[in-house]
């Protein structure tokens, strides 16, 4: 069956508590318990007993040309050790190159080399964690440079080539569309739905670029809008599996129920999706 479920953060931590009877599952930042002590992965442990958790890591940066750093690596398999969670994902970006730490998933070149280097790094991860993880797609503000194919067959070619299933982040494919003047609906056909299995959904707000204009920055600050509710009911209506759609924020945090009021309305988009097939 579809789950619906929210993003452990410490400043929610006891709103989450107080109503895991309204959350179907926990999403857990890897990269917050890499150098965690035993005793704090155990309280992540205790958490999993009472909820089902899923890990998701943001510093990895598998889609480079560079090898992804085998520490990194190790940390990532220290915590799904202990933590068993039912899957763990990464995202389509690079983070750092020749040295330099970017301090932000950036998208890389979608070319034929980047997809080369994101292969050979899966393979790393799938020896070294146990498991390959859940590949994201991710927001940009520019066109990465070096490009010979757009988004939508970028992320299929990046599936293929790995054999990963999609964590399909449907604020960053509302936000590129948006940004770069394509039709999301249409990138959601042309998308692998069939190896959905997770989906990402978040807010955002508009910003002014230099020369004028307005971009949509993908920051977990907002609420999830209207058109993002309606994709997920779309892609409820074309993905044949289950799926596990967790609500992200990551500041400006309301009161719990209202992030739990979003996760009803994700329910309700994925109920009428999946009306949709059963009609």
């Known amino acids: 069956m579809d789950r619906v479920g929210l993003g452990w953060r410490p400043e929610l931590a006891g709103g989450i508590l107080a109503n895991l009877d309204r959350i179907d599952v926990v999403e857990v930042i890897a990269d917050d318990w890499f150098g965690a002590s035993r005793r704090a992965l155990r309280a992540l442990r205790t958490l999993a007993a009472q909820a089902p958790v899923v890990i998701h890591g943001v510093s990895l940066g598998l889609a480079s040309a560079a090898p992804v750093e085998p520490r990194r690596l190790d940390a990532m398999a220290r915590v799904v050790g202990v933590v068993q969670p039912e899957a763990w994902s990464e995202h389509l970006a690079f983070v750092r190159g020749g040295g330099v730490e970017i301090g932000h998933l950036a998208a890389p070149?979608?070319?034929?080399?980047?997809?080369?280097?994101?292969?050979?790094?899966?393979?790393?991860?799938?020896?070294?964690?146990?498991?390959?993880?859940?590949?994201?797609?991710?927001?940009?503000?520019?066109?990465?440079?070096?490009?010979?194919?757009?988004?939508?067959?970028?992320?299929?070619?990046?599936?293929?080539?790995?054999?990963?299933?999609?964590?399909?982040?449907?604020?960053?494919?509302?936000?590129?569309?948006?940004?770069?003047?394509?039709?999301?609906?249409?990138?959601?056909?042309?998308?692998?739905?069939?190896?959905?299995?997770?989906?990402?959904?978040?807010?955002?707000?508009?910003?002014?670029?230099?020369?004028?204009?307005?971009?949509?920055?993908?920051?977990?600050?907002?609420?999830?809008?209207?058109?993002?509710?309606?994709?997920?009911?779309?892609?409820?209506?074309r993905a044949p599996r289950p799926l596990t759609v967790i609500v992200e924020r990551d500041g400006d945090y309301p009161v719990i129920d209202r992030l739990l009021g979003e996760l009803d309305r994700a329910r309700a988009a994925l109920a009428r999706g999946r009306a949709k097939v059963a009609a």
């Open 109 to 237: 070149p979608r070319a034929a080399a980047t997809l080369d280097g994101l292969a050979s790094n899966i393979a790393r991860a799938r020896a070294i964690v146990g498991a390959a993880p859940a590949l994201e797609n991710v927001a940009t503000l520019i066109e990465p440079p070096g490009s010979d194919r757009d988004e939508p067959r970028w992320i299929a070619d990046a599936i293929a080539a790995t054999g990963c299933e999609l964590l399909l982040d449907l604020h960053n494919l509302y936000a590129n569309a948006v940004n770069f003047g394509f039709d999301a609906a249409g990138a959601l056909a042309r998308l692998p739905l069939h190896r959905v299995r997770l989906v990402h959904l978040a807010g955002g707000q508009w910003i002014a670029a230099r020369n004028g204009s307005r971009r949509l920055l993908d920051d977990h600050r907002h609420d999830v809008p209207d058109p993002v509710f309606d994709m997920l009911a779309e892609v409820a209506r």
